[in-house]
C-alpha cells in the first residue's frame, strides 16, 4: 500500500512540476510513517498547487486524508496519509530546514561510518549516496 501510494504522490507532483523530488524511507526512524516524500515549488502559489494535486490524486485512488497543515501560506505544506507523509516547500524553507539530512541521521551503534544518505532516493528512483 505505502509503495502505490508513493508513486501516486510522486506523479501527481511530477504533474504540476515540483522539483527536487526525494523520498525518505523512515521505517528504521519512526513508527508514525514508512515514507516521507519532500518536494519544492517556485512560488506559494505553485506550492498550494502541488499539495492540491497530490490530495486529489490519492482520494480519486481511494486513499484517505489525515490532514493538511501550512496551506494558509503556503511556504511549507505537509500532506499527511498516515504511511506517507508529503512536505512541499519552497526552496528557501525547505533549504533552511534541511529535512532530508534530519531524516536521514542513523542512530550510530560504535559505528564511525557516515552513512547518513542510505535511505534517500530521488526522483528517477536511484539512492543519493
Do not use: C
Not at 492540491?52 to 490532514?67: H, R, W
Not at 536521514?104 to 526522483?123: H, K, L, Q, V
Amino acid at each position: 500500500m505505502t509503495q502505490a501510494l508513493k508513486d501516486i504522490v510522486i506523479n501527481a507532483l511530477e504533474e504540476i512540476k515540483a522539483t527536487d523530488i526525494t523520498s525518505i524511507d523512515v521505517r528504521e526512524l519512526t513508527g508514525i510513517m514508512d515514507t516521507m516524500v519532500v518536494a519544492s515549488g517556485n512560488s506559494n502559489r505553485q506550492v498550494k498547487s502541488l499539495a492540491n494535486s497530490v490530495v486529489v490524486s490519492a482520494k480519486e485512488a481511494g486513499y484517505s486524508l489525515i490532514g493538511v497543515e501550512g496551506d494558509d501560506k503556503a511556504e511549507w505544506i505537509l500532506v499527511d496519509f498516515g504511511d506517507v507523509i508529503v512536505h512541499i516547500m519552497l526552496p528557501s524553507t525547505r533549504e533552511f530546514y534541511d529535512l532530508e539530512r534530519l531524516w536521514s541521521i542513523r542512530p550510530n551503534e560504535g559505528d564511525n561510518s557516515d552513512d547518513s544518505s542510505s535511505n534517500i532516493w530521488n526522483e528517477a528512483g536511484d539512492k543519493v549516496e
